[in-house]
């Protein structure tokens, strides 16, 4: 299983030494900074899983340094949790409208701020899946409005011709194309062609017969 990682950005020393102890613990990889500016730079090197992110910093504070993240493509995804001393409703709006998953209020309780990490990292990890799923179910649409058109199909083995020029069996080519998946079974023309219309007529009663009683059950 990856080992997830959490990047604390905080100036107090003492608050760094609690979340790390804290994070190491639970199994997290962590990072740390004390400023939004080098803060950033880090997180363009090594992309974390989610950000533990002060408010009140020297230089870059802890807002800018959230709307710095968000309006980069490659970071803006990544859930931010706010860990403020400020408590009035109008810093923890700001913080939301921002673009933070969640604003917790200093001093806080280590059991309570990991429980928040691990909610919004599945939280995460199901948004990705989803993401993943209907890229998935998109590719496969695509496909089946490609089989929809005119394929190249041979007259005699019925095999199809693909974009690439390479002949195939026709049920390769739509596992390939398409999330659909075969059971083999033998139409009754084949039966006769192939075992005769005797054979065909004792399995035909056969198969009567198991249908009767599958019906009575």
């Known amino acids: 299983m990856r080992q997830e990682t959490v990047f604390v950005v905080d ?105 928040r990490i691990r909610t919004h990292l599945t939280l995460r990890n199901l948004q990705k899946s989803l993401e993943k799923k209907n890229a998935e179910l998109r590719d496969a649409l695509n496909n089946i409005e490609t089989l929809k058109g005119l394929l190249p199909i041979c007259a005699n083995c019925k095999k199809i011709r693909d974009d690439k020029g390479n002949w195939n069996q026709l049920e390769i080519y739509i596992s390939k194309h398409t999330p659909a998946e075969f059971t083999h079974a033998i139409c009754p023309d084949c039966v006769r062609k192939l075992y005769g219309e005797e054979v065909w007529k004792r399995v035909s009663k056969k198969l009567k017969h198991h249908h009767d009683h599958g019906e009575e059950k």
Do not use: H, W
């Open 11 to 115: 100036d107090i020393p003492a608050n760094l030494g609690v979340l790390f102890d804290a994070l190491e613990m639970s199994g997290f990889k962590i990072l740390i900074d004390t400023d939004g500016n080098s803060a950033l730079e880090a997180i363009g090197q090594a992309v974390p899983d989610i950000i533990l992110l002060d408010v009140m910093m020297p230089g870059m504070d802890g807002f800018e340094t959230c709307r710095k993240l968000k309006e980069n493509a490659d970071t803006r995804d990544i859930p931010v949790i706010f860990m403020t001393a400020l408590n009035e409703v109008i810093d923890e709006v700001k913080g939301l409208a921002l673009g933070a998953v969640d604003y917790i209020i200093k001093p806080f309780r280590v059991e309570i701020v990991l429980a």
